[in-house]
């Protein structure tokens, strides 16, 4: 009778065994869904990433150009002849500039990495004047948007007001 009670406390029985494989596969669903989410979590972060940085660049290209036209013309958006971003000589011939999703390209025509090609990017100028509390008059210039948008419809916009010197 004693070796068959020492049996009986050293194994497992079948009702214990399920329950402990029930338990482990419980934990495993819910760690992987942990991981998972953290994942896309960290996707969704470089998606916005990538999409702000191409808005951030395009804006740093246009405002690096000057405010006024070299050829004196006031007019909104290119000039006769600048039919290439490469022949935009001031900061309002970005005026309704537009890359698409596949086409997106830095300021020396060099398109960016798959990646980035999920995005599309325009560009809207628009006349404004914005008032300055310590200051008496307007200040006239040009508000400027840069606009983000991927496949699915998602979009980020940067938008800055460059004053007229």
């Known amino acids: ?36 989410a953290s994942q896309m979590q960290t996707l969704d972060v470089m998606h916005r ?16 150009l000057p ?19 490469g022949d935009f000589d001031n900061v309002d011939d970005f005026h309704g500039f537009t890359e698409s999703a596949g086409n997106v390209a830095d300021a020396a025509g060099l398109t960016y990495e798959e990646s980035y090609q999920v995005f599309s990017r325009s560009v809207s100028i628009q006349s404004s004047s914005t008032t300055v509390p310590a200051f008496v008059d307007p200040i006239e210039g040009l508000s400027i948007t840069v606009s983000v948008q991927d496949s699915l419809g998602a979009s980020w916009s940067l938008q800055t007001f460059c004053a007229k010197p």
């Open 67 to 85: 405010y006024d036209d070299p050829d004196g013309t006031s007019a909104l958006g290119p000039d006769t002849g600048e039919t290439l971003r």
């Open 1 to 36: 009778m004693r070796t068959l009670s020492r049996f009986r406390r050293q194994g497992l029985t079948l009702l214990e065994a399920l329950i402990a494989a029930l338990l482990l596969a419980v934990v495993t669903v819910a760690v992987s869904q942990a991981i998972l």
């Open 49 to 64: 990433s990538r999409a702000l940085e191409l808005a951030e660049v395009l804006m740093e290209e246009i405002l690096r």
